[in-house]
T-cell receptor, first 116, second 111 residues
Framework: DTGVSQDPRHKITKRGQNVTFRCDPI?????LYWYRQTLGQGPEFLTY????????KSRLLSDRFSAERPKGSFSTLEIQRTEQGDSAMYLC??????????????FGPGTRLTVT | QKEVEQDPGPLSVPEGAIVSLNCTYS??????FMWYRQYSRKGPELLMY????GNKEDGRFTAQVDKSSKYISLFIRDSQPSDSATYLC???????????FGGGTRVLVKP
């Protein structure tokens, strides 16, 4: 077993290029979340899915960002026309369907993006 | 003002000491509270999870939630150098909702 996995672990790209990240959640988890973390800060929520449905998007997720989870398993996060301000750690988390008292999100190792 | 406030530290303690961490929050709707540990350039690792008010203990870790004061705490007993990391509090108003994080407290346990 395996926890949440993310690929690639590191990505260096030039400003203006498009990048795509992949997240594979824990296999029985229905919910998948994306967060962004900059140096010295806590993670900030971007978006989340329940199965294939994208249920919420943050205002942080500009039009250059798009996320998909086409078959309710893995998810991709694409950033178009990258800017230097996009440099951050992109974290994926997953959880099972929550009940009233049980709700835990497990994080992957993250993808560190550097835009030059 | 941020919804969740956390002292950034660093907090330096000798090995074997008790580490005391806390967060304050402003959103009274938060009901689910978590503590994560994050090593440098790694993803957050879930340490403790608490629903509503009260205490929870797991090994060397104790989490406390005081919803009336909007204040949560994490205590680490018998601290070890391997506990040196950044500790993040996180909370949510409902099961399955997004987490709102504090900025993290950096902890250094000196041998």
């Amino acid at each position: 077993d395996t926890g949440v996995s993310q690929d690639p672990r590191h990505k260096i790209t030039k400003r203006g290029q498009n990048v795509t990240f992949r997240c594979d959640p824990i296999s029985e988890h229905n919910r998948l979340y994306w967060y962004r973390q900059t140096l010295g800060q806590g993670p900030e929520f971007l978006t989340y899915f329940q199965n294939e449905a994208q249920l919420e998007k943050s205002r942080l997720l500009s039009d250059r960002f798009s996320a998909e989870r086409p078959k309710g398993s893995f998810s991709t996060l694409e950033i178009q026309r990258t800017e230097q301000g996009d440099s951050a750690m992109y974290l994926c988390a997953s959880s099972s369907l929550p009940d009233r008292v049980s709700y835990e999100q497990y994080f992957g190792p993250g993808t560190r993006l550097t835009v030059t | 003002q941020k919804e969740v406030e956390q002292d950034p530290g660093p907090l330096s303690v000798p090995e074997g000491a008790i580490v005391s961490l806390n967060c304050t929050y402003s959103n009274s709707a938060f009901q689910y509270f978590m503590w994560y540990r994050q090593y440098s350039r790694k993803g957050p690792e879930l340490l403790m999870y608490t629903y509503s008010s009260g205490n929870k203990e797991d090994g060397r870790f104790t989490a406390q939630v005081d919803k009336s004061s909007k204040y949560i705490s994490l205590f680490i007993r018998d601290s070890q150098p391997s506990d040196s990391a950044t500790y993040l509090c996180a909370m949510s108003p409902g099961a399955g909702n997004k987490l709102t994080f504090g900025g993290g407290t950096r902890v250094l346990v000196k041998p």
